[in-house]
């Protein structure tokens, strides 16, 4: 019922006095299933929230189409395409009290007033909000702001949610409840959500899948751990996770008859030899620019029998988080995090010795930054 | 000397640099209130009217009030007042308030289009407003005045010597409206009036419905201040008013300063009589001066 289809979608923002001509989505393509809790992320400027209003219909569309539940929505009022918005910023009426905010659209539709009464007291219940229905704006906290503010869009009982950041507002703590009350609620009404984020956590935590943009165009498409697993490119791979993947630029050659990769760097140049799996991908590209991918918890402070390569390296910081440890490790070119599960102290300078599982490492073309299979 | 010495010097300091600034702006004030009370038509004398000095004569007159005063043979005799300056107090209420009213509606929707539409030549209207507003409209008395009688010839309502003719060159003066309610839509997010498209209002409808309730302050302050300024016009309107009694209170009031007699008392009371209306006004829109009436609708 509320599905959500957008093919070859673009937006060009024409050229406005000194401003150049802006192409903020480029031909897009994305198959949202109705009930989805679909994440748009990227960083600012991505495109994902141009997306979402043109999803909305307050921003025409340069080119493309978009469908909701099967049926083209481009010439549509935002009111007729079955939706509902909340802003990043509530955007709740200020002179009216909460009752008549969120009644705001039913009276425009000249509903009944006992079915005005009921769905208004119905959102309020949902999202405990029955006792202060008749205070304005102004005497709310964010949190309860925000609260309204989707109490609104469930008012309208639409097809689709769209939210635009909706907890960038909030304060740390509050983000974190607000965040698992929005995945109550979308388990509770199992409506397509569509959620732009610019917050890898709460892409990570909310979504049945997440859609990564970036400049415009979407790296990848796919749920949580497929994304934090199988990253498709670098930019994905870079972008899920925290802290993030160890991205180490150099170049595979074969020494003494095995397959190694080296760290592009003047010295003290990673060293690791290649095996099994990552050896045979490794092959195809070799002498070719490679960037070597691996998690922080990809790596070890004991060896673990012989799927593990050691790494000696100096500590240039570590941060203590109670449960486990960031290491900081000097390589030829940049640093190595690995996040160590343990709560010794680390002395900066220090040699260190860690232990890489490379069977759990990507390999990424250096020049298409694509992800080499 | 001691620090606290210090703070009390300056604190002193500023008192009688604040209560000589007060004398400064009361007292013309003042002044025109007691020669109102003052019997005679003399601009110097007592400046509390007591005793022998007080009269109610020239308020007396300015209301219509018929009054006893010495004659030339000195025998008491009953003075009714010749001018209509109540007549002249209704025409300026009605100029000013018709005037403002069109002007709210003319430069907020004026407003409405500079602030949220994209259109071509936008800033260049924008900065040309901005521009033209420097010169005063007085400049433009002639143009006015020979259009006004144009117009006259084709529709009299609106010709020379009419209160709609006049307001008609009054409109002409929004630019600093227009500008001062554009600014104040800025600071209003757009968000809220998208939420409401989504809700499902019109244009006109997220306008009217959420734009204007909330910005209640700015058109209270617009109002106060034409209505302040086109009460007491007297350029244009001593031009395009030509017969007593379709005078405003600004243009009346000239007319009790003669070439050989100033009748100093009258016109003070008609001075007074025209700033009670603004005061009045001035309270009545005191609540909708609130600062923060947009809070809490949008984070900042």
Known sequence: MGSVSIQSLDKIYPAAGKNPAFHAVKGIDLEIQDGEFMVLVGPSGCGKSTTLRMIAGLEDISGGTISIDRSTVNDLLPKDRGIAMVFQNYALYPHMNLFENMAFGLKLARTPKEEVMRRVTDAARILGLEQILDRKPAALSGGQRQRVAVGRAIVRDPKVFLFDEPLSNLDAKMRVSMRSEISKLHSRLKTTMIYVTHDQVEAMTMGDRICVMKDGRIMQVADPLTLYHQPENLFVASFIGSPPMNLLRGRVERREGRLVFVEAAESDAVFVPLAGALAQRAEKNLGHEVVLGLRPEAIYDEARGADTTPLRARVELSELMGSETNVYLKTGAGTVIARLHTERRFAVGEELVVYLALAKAHLFDAKTERVIR | ?300
Not at chain 2, 159 to 172: A, D, S
Not at chain 2, 184 to 210: C, L, N, W
């Open chain 2, 1 to 300: 000397m001691k620090a606290s010495t210090i703070r009390r010097l300056k604190l002193t300091l500023a008192h009688v640099f604040l209560v000589g600034f007060l004398v400064l702006t009361l007292t013309p004030f003042l002044m025109i209130i007691a020669i109102s009370f003052r019997r005679g038509d003399l601009a110097i004398g007592a400046l509390v009217p007591v005793g022998d000095n007080f009269s109610l004569e020239h308020w007396k007159y300015v209301l219509g009030i018929p009054y006893e005063a010495p004659g030339a043979d000195g025998q008491p005799r009953i003075i009714r007042a010749t001018t209509p300056v109540l007549l002249w107090f209704w025409n300026s209420l009605k100029v000013a308030t018709v005037a403002s009213a069109c002007i709210i509606l003319l430069s907020g929707t004026a407003a409405y289009a500079f602030a949220r539409m994209r259109f071509a030549l936008r800033g260049l209207l924008l900065k040309s407003l901005l521009v033209l507003q420097v010169f005063p409209m007085v400049l433009a008395l002639v143009a006015l005045y020979a259009l006004l009688q144009l117009i006259g010839d084709f529709l009299p309502p609106f010709g020379l010597n009419t209160h709609p003719g006049l307001i008609l060159t009054y409109l002409g003066g929004i630019a600093i409206y227009i500008w001062m309610i554009k600014g104040y839509f800025d600071t209003i997010p757009v968000s809220i009036e998208e939420s409401a498209k989504i809700d499902g209002a019109t244009h006109f409808q997220a306008f009217v419905r959420i734009l204007l309730p909330m910005s209640a302050p700015i058109f209270a302050v617009v109002f106060i201040l034409s209505f302040i300024s086109h009460i007491s016009e007297y350029p244009i309107a001593s031009v395009v008013l030509q017969t007593e009694r379709q005078w405003t209170l600004a243009v009346g009031a000239q007319s009790f300063l003669y070439e050989q007699n100033y009748l100093w008392g009258k016109f003070a009371a008609t001075a007074v009589l025209s700033g009670l209306p603004i005061t009045a006004l001035f309270l009545a829109c005191q609540r909708f001066l609130i600062s923060g009436l947009t809070s809490g609708g949008v984070k900042e």
